[in-house]
């Protein structure tokens, strides 16, 4: 298949979510992506079992759904990093590699010897792809962080839900995520830099400053207007009336609106022709920003139906709406199979499960199996040969408990 990364060699000191993220995507696209774990605990992922939210019984207790989303198809190595010839590791791995990837706290790795600055003094070609909570600046910059801080301080929690809820997070870790896609973006534009300067490059990306970018329109909208506005409720910040969830007989559906071209099959289909001139309901405007009295009325329309049966009326009119659906669905989803999104993984304690793939592709060539998550610190001797040690220096590094 197509692997537009083959042969760029990628060093992760990262764990959890967004520097994990970001490495798989440059897995997916055929980065050889070393993992560098804590010789005593790993990534932290990897303590995230089944069993940890399903409770002992659950099928899979013991395998870690976490370590899988976020490392699938890596080489994992162990490395104490308090000691200095787990430090010489990585500065030799430095030398020879193209990225690397940390979400550690700004500054950890400067304190260890091994920034941004010592870095390109070993290798001046080196992409340093730095992911941090709240950005490289400002007073935040020590603070600690997770996913659902990044929603509150983004704006993102206090617009989500209905007018009388409190602040809620979103269901996912969207900001952790977000965050990882935007530092394997970055990435990307850094090797393509070095490609045509022929020099390494420093990237730094939040998840504070992803999420504020993810909400451009609507943070602009206030500090244009000066106007705060309101909940998302159903639908959206700017967007209320034919938008958002809607309850059938046996479970939901969502409308993303209703345009002047779509209206008229749209009444016809819910039997409220009768509406056709009624300024309330028939103006696009009104219908799709301001439409709580055509949200009222369909209220009571649509849990006359099955969902499928409001499907098949609705798409057959080209109406934007699909099922809202719950993630066993989403597993027998044929279009999240057809285009690899989710993907077969032969795992030696799950057995044959369906994981999540990659959204990308190249060249129209979907992957039809997952690889597997590296053990922890599978591949260090193999690493470590790469990287020009013999088998008696491994062995004494073994024996000093650097790796």
């Known amino acids: 298949m197509s692997k537009p990364l083959e042969g760029i060699k990628v060093i992760e000191i990262a764990q959890e979510i967004q520097g994990p993220f970001a490495t798989l995507f440059l897995t997916d696209m055929g980065a050889d992506v070393v993992k560098v774990e804590n010789k005593e605990t790993g990534d932290l992922s990897r303590w995230m079992l089944a069993a940890l939210i399903g409770g002992p019984e659950v099928k899979n207790a013991a395998v870690s759904h976490y370590f899988i989303a976020m490392n699938r198809g890596k080489r994992s190595i162990t490395a104490d990093l308090k000691k200095p010839d787990a430090i ?15 979400n550690y706290r700004p500054g950890v790795l400067d304190r260890l010897g091994l920034g941004y600055e010592e870095a390109r003094k070993i290798n001046p070609n080196i992409v340093y792809a730095q992911g941090s909570s709240w950005g490289p600046r400002g007073p935040w910059v020590s603070r600690p962080s997770r996913d659902t801080l990044a929603q509150a301080a983004s704006g993102l929690m206090a617009k989500t839900g209905m007018p009388t809820d409190p602040p809620l997070a979103a269901g996912v870790l969207i900001a952790d995520h977000s965050g990882g896609l935007s530092l394997a973006s970055g990435i990307l534009a850094a090797l393509f830099a070095r490609e045509r300067t022929g020099k390494g490059q420093r990237v730094d990306v939040s998840i504070y400053g992803t999420m504020i970018a993810m909400q451009g329109m609507e943070i602009n909208y206030t500090s244009i207007t000066g106007e705060e506005t309101e909940r998302a409720g159903r639908g959206h910040q700017f967007l209320h009336g034919v938008w958002g969830a809607y309850r059938t007989s046996d479970g939901h559906i969502c409308i993303a609106g209703v345009d002047d071209k779509r209206w008229p099959a749209f009444r016809r289909i819910m039997g409220i022709q009768n509406l056709e001139k009624d300024p309330e309901y028939g103006d696009n405007v009104k219908r799709n920003f301001h439409g709580d009295k ?16 409001w499907l098949k009326e609705l798409n057959g009119a080209d109406i934007l709406v699909t099922e809202v659906v719950d993630y066993k669905t989403i597993l027998q989803s044929e279009q999240a199979r057809a285009n690899g999104y989710l993907l077969p993984l032969d795992h030696p304690v799950a057995g044959r499960v369906l994981v999540t793939g990659n959204p990308v ?18 591949n260090t001797e193999e690493v470590l040969l790469e990287l020009g040690y013999s088998w008696d220096e491994i062995g004494a590094l073994r024996d000093s408990g650097a790796v």
């Not at 190249?362 to 690889?371: F, R, S």
């Open 294 to 309: 055509i949200q009222a009325v369909l209220d009571e329309i649509f849990p006359t139906r099955t969902s499928a049966e």
């Open 88 to 102: 010489e590791i990585v500065r030799r791995m430095i030398k020879s590699y193209d990225v690397l990837v940390t």
């Open 361 to 378: 592709t190249v060249n129209g060539e979907v992957p039809t199996e997952a690889a597997m998550p590296p053990e922890h610190g599978q």
